[in-house]
Nanobody
Framework: VQLVESGGGWGQTGESLTLSCTTSGFDFEDYDIAWFRQVPAKEREGVACISNVDGRRNYGDSVRGRFIISSDKVKKMFYLQMNSLRPADTGKYFC?????????????????????WGQGTQVTVSS
C-alpha cells in the first residue's frame, strides 16, 4: 500500500489550495480514506474523510463548510480542496486509509485507527 501526498505549499488567508493523494497497492473501493493534519506539539487532527464504499463524507469541526474531500475511483486518487484558508490551517497534511466501511461514518472523535499513511505535505497559511 502506498499513499503519496502532493499540492502543499503557501497560501494567504482567504485563498484556496488543493491537496492530492495518489494511492496504489489496495482495492480502492474497499477503503475509507481520510486527511489528517499535524502541528508540532499538538495532537493530530482529523480533517476530512470519505468512504469509497458508500460515498459518505465527514469533516472535522474546524474545517466543515470550508474544505471538500473527493475521490476519483478511476485514477485511485483523492483530494482535499481547502477554501477560505486561515492561519490555523497551517500544518503537515497526511492522507491515510483503512479497510473499513464504518471508519468515516463513526467520525474522528471515535478514534478509529487508520492503517496506512503517506509522508505528508506541508501547508502554510499566512495572515
Amino acid at each position: 500500500v502506498q499513499l503519496v501526498e502532493s499540492g502543499g505549499g503557501w497560501g494567504q488567508t482567504g485563498e484556496s489550495l488543493t491537496l492530492s493523494c495518489t494511492t496504489s497497492g489496495f482495492d480502492f473501493e474497499d477503503y475509507d480514506i481520510a486527511w489528517f493534519r499535524q502541528v508540532p506539539a499538538k495532537e493530530r487532527e482529523g480533517v476530512a474523510c470519505i468512504s469509497n464504499v458508500d460515498g459518505r463524507r465527514n469533516y472535522g469541526d474546524s474545517v466543515r463548510g470550508r474544505f471538500i474531500i473527493s475521490s476519483d475511483k478511476v485514477k485511485k486518487m483523492f483530494y482535499l480542496q481547502m477554501n477560505s484558508l486561515r492561519p490555523a490551517d497551517t500544518g503537515k497534511y497526511f492522507c491515510a486509509d483503512v479497510k473499513s466501511s464504518v471508519a468515516c461514518e463513526l467520525g474522528f472523535d471515535f478514534g478509529y485507527e487508520y492503517d496506512f499513511w503517506g509522508q505528508g505535505t506541508q501547508v502554510t497559511v499566512s495572515s
